[in-house]
């Protein structure tokens, strides 16, 4: 099993580009949610994918926008880049449950993106 | 809406000695509670989770952690530590009656573990 799979691993962009994130969820899994990691800080919820729908979205700008594919991989796109969305972007499957349920967030390694 | 604060931005440590991460934790609604671990270069690994029960849970690596409810706090123990714990702690929570699993993080205690 290869666990939670991201592409690429480090990529440097200039502000005003556009940048796509890749992650393929662990084997079994539905459901994709993307996280924020700013340096010397704890990861923030972006968004999270289940059914090719995004289901639930954190305090991030529009500019931040996702796709689930029907494989359950999953991408994330920033448009018009600013220096502060430097950050490790971290993705992490899991299985939805229903409130009451739970099931563990399995995280890749993340995406180091750094805006010049 | 949730919020984690971890109480220490670093701890440094012997090996071999005990340490305490501490986390407290704000919310309107009830939680679950959850450590985990960052190595450097690499993802997040859950170490241990409160979904509920006993209070004093027991996770991976020697670490345990205890639920205080009136205290609004989940902090995490491991009685001796070796140097392959030198990572970054986070502790989360999620709300336990909402479909699916977002997780709000605290800012994160470095431990640093020394010879």
């Known amino acids: ?116 | 809406a949730q919020s984690v604060t971890q109480l220490d931005s670093q701890v440094p440590v012997f090996e071999e000695a005990p340490v305490e991460l501490r986390c407290n934790y704000s919310s309107s609604v009830s939680v679950y509670l959850f450590w985990y671990v960052q190595y450097p270069n690499q993802g997040l690994q859950l170490l241990l989770k409160y979904l509920s029960g006993s209070t004093l849970v027991k996770g991976i690596n020697g670490f345990e952690a205890e639920f205080n409810k009136s205290q609004t706090s989940f902090h995490l123990r491991k009685p001796s530590v070796h140097i392959s714990d030198t990572a970054e702690y986070f502790c989360a929570v999620s709300p336990t009656k909402a479909a699916g699993n977002k997780l709000t993080f605290g800012g994160g205690t470095r431990v640093l573990v020394k010879p």
Not at chain 1, 22 to 35: A, E, F, M, N, Q
Not at chain 1, 45 to 61: A, D, H, M, S, V
Not at chain 1, 83 to 95: E, M, R
Request: with cysteine.
């Open chain 1, 1 to 116: 099993d290869a666990g939670v799979t991201q592409s690429p691993t480090h990529l440097i962009k200039t502000r005003g580009q556009q940048v796509t994130l890749r992650c393929s969820p662990k084997s079994g899994h539905d459901t994709v949610s993307w996280y924020q990691q700013a340096l010397g800080q704890g990861p923030q919820f972006i968004f999270q994918y289940y059914e090719e729908e995004e289901r639930q979205r954190g305090n991030f700008p529009d500019r931040f926008s996702g796709h689930q594919f029907p494989n359950y991989s999953s991408e994330l796109n920033v448009n018009a880049l600013l220096l502060g969305d430097s950050a490790l972007y971290l993705c992490a499957s899991s299985l939805l449950w229903l409130a009451g349920g739970i099931n563990e967030q399995f995280f890749g390694p993340g995406t180091r993106l750094t805006v010049l």
